[in-house]
């Protein structure tokens, strides 16, 4: 049973920073695509970002680009996220995923996550 626990959301203001981390436990995840996907109140749960199992490759939404930093470290199963910069339409609650697609494939489509974490929720304030 794999299970994913994020963890370092919060109450920030706008222009400030928070670090998100993410821990698997239960099986390695070092063969699984990971990311960040969030969703705010009446919108769809969207990807802000993912990376590829060796951690090589990055994806990011535009609404994240230059602003946020995904990254992994497998020997610890943790996923982290640092986001710089954040606006108050970054409030949300951030989800871990995890799926399997091959050494090279990042996740962004929340139909391909095999693993979901139960949530931190962020909230920007203006």
């Known amino acids: 049973q794999v299970q994913l626990v994020e963890s370092g959301g919060g109450l920030v203001q706008a222009g400030g920073s928070l670090r998100l981390s993410c821990v698997a436990s239960?099986?390695?995840?070092?063969?699984?695509?990971m990311g960040w996907f969030r969703q705010a109140p009446g919108k769809e749960r969207e990807s802000v970002a993912a990376?590829?199992?060796?951690?090589?490759?990055?994806s990011y939404a535009d609404s994240g680009k230059r602003r946020f930093t995904i990254s992994r470290h497998n020997a610890k199963n943790t996923m982290y996220l640092q986001m710089n910069s954040l606006k108050p339409e970054d409030s949300a609650v951030y989800y871990c995923?995890?799926?399997?697609?091959?050494?090279?494939?990042?996740?962004?489509?929340?139909?391909?996550?095999?693993?979901w974490g139960k949530g931190t929720l962020v909230t920007v304030s203006s």
């Open positions: 995923a995890a799926g399997a697609g091959g050494l090279g494939w990042v996740i962004t489509s929340a139909s391909r996550v095999d693993y």
């Open positions: 239960g099986r390695t995840l070092s063969t699984y695509s």
């Open positions: 990376i590829t199992p060796n951690g090589g490759t990055t």
